[in-house]
């Protein structure tokens, strides 16, 4: 399996601060790479996929980027919508995709 | 919309089988791939396999032995089935859709269903 590993596991931020959460692969998985978002009791939602790719109706102010084996989840201007968890998944071994431990993102 | 909605037991005895359906609305199952992920509580997101609309299917290796996924194209519905199940399988279980355009990626999600393992 392919091993996914995101850091930091937890934070804690402002509103308007820029964050950025970084995911890495076991090996190169190229850019099959996505981040969702989960919130407490609710499913996770995707936000990048491709790495970098903005899913429909996503704010702007998600990006991501990376390739290979090092990729980042980057939120340019905290809004209080936006602490939850994170998660990566890789998609390049698609007999078995991987998701990392989550990112916990908290307010300060 | 693609709606996804998750149905089943929400209490299974150790060493029984777990089974779930998902039932899709909004849009057809044909020609995608249809995943079942389980979420113990405060911990992260443990994906078990997938389904194609052909029936052709990928689980993940270490629930594998364990594992049995189908679909019903007539119901647009696709099922799990987890046997022997123990207290380490207490966890929601989500259905989603995952899309394949070049990059495979989850982008439809069922609300989740608790399943709790006990006796």
Redesign the interface.
Known sequence: DIQMTQSPSSLSASVGDRVTITCRASQSISSYLNWYQQKPGKAPKLLIYAASSLQSGVPSRFSGSGSGTDFTLTISSLQPEDFATYYCQQSYSTLSITFGQGTRLEIK | QVQLQESGPGLVKPSETLSLTCTVSGGSISSYYWSWIRQPAGK????IGRIYTSGST?Y??SLKSRVTMSVDTSKNQFSLKLSSVTAADTAVY?C?RERED??????Y????TLVTVSS
């Open positions: 992260g997101l443990e994906w990928n993940n290796p989500y989603a070049g990059y495979n990626y989850i982008d999600w069922g609300q989740g």
